[in-house]
Nanobody, 119 residues
């Protein structure tokens, strides 16, 4: 079993910055992909950014150039640095990790952390 603990959500003004963290603990020998998703009120959950075990990154177009995902494998932690925040970035942000299991993998999700961008 794997537990994910997220932190860093807050309320900021447009143009501000936040850094989200997500630490995984439990029966972990390795982690494949790690990522962040978000869900705004009345909308479906969407992928924000992912990072593979080889540190290849992928971003949704709306955050490219503003957000940076990174990971610390020694700490089983993934980060999301969010700069130049916009009103439309307001959402609950969820951490996701993919842990190898047998011939496949298991997906784990964090509880979510609220990011509110308002003036």
């Amino acid at each position: 079993q794997v537990q994910l603990v997220e932190s860093g959500g807050d309320s900021v003004q447009p143009g501000g910055s936040l850094r989200l963290s997500c630490s995984a603990s439990g029966s972990i020998f390795s982690i494949n992909a790690m990522g962040w998703y978000r869900q705004a009120p009345g909308k479906q959950r969407e992928l924000v950014a992912t990072i593979t075990s080889g540190e290849k990154t992928n971003y949704v177009d709306s955050v490219k150039g503003r957000f940076t995902i990174s990971r610390d494998n020694a700490k089983n932690t993934v980060y999301l640095q969010m700069n130049s925040l916009k009103l439309e970035d307001t959402a609950v942000y969820y951490c996701h990790v993919e842990v190898p299991y047998g011939l496949g993998s298991i997906d784990y999700w964090g509880q979510g952390t609220q990011v509110t961008v308002s003036s």
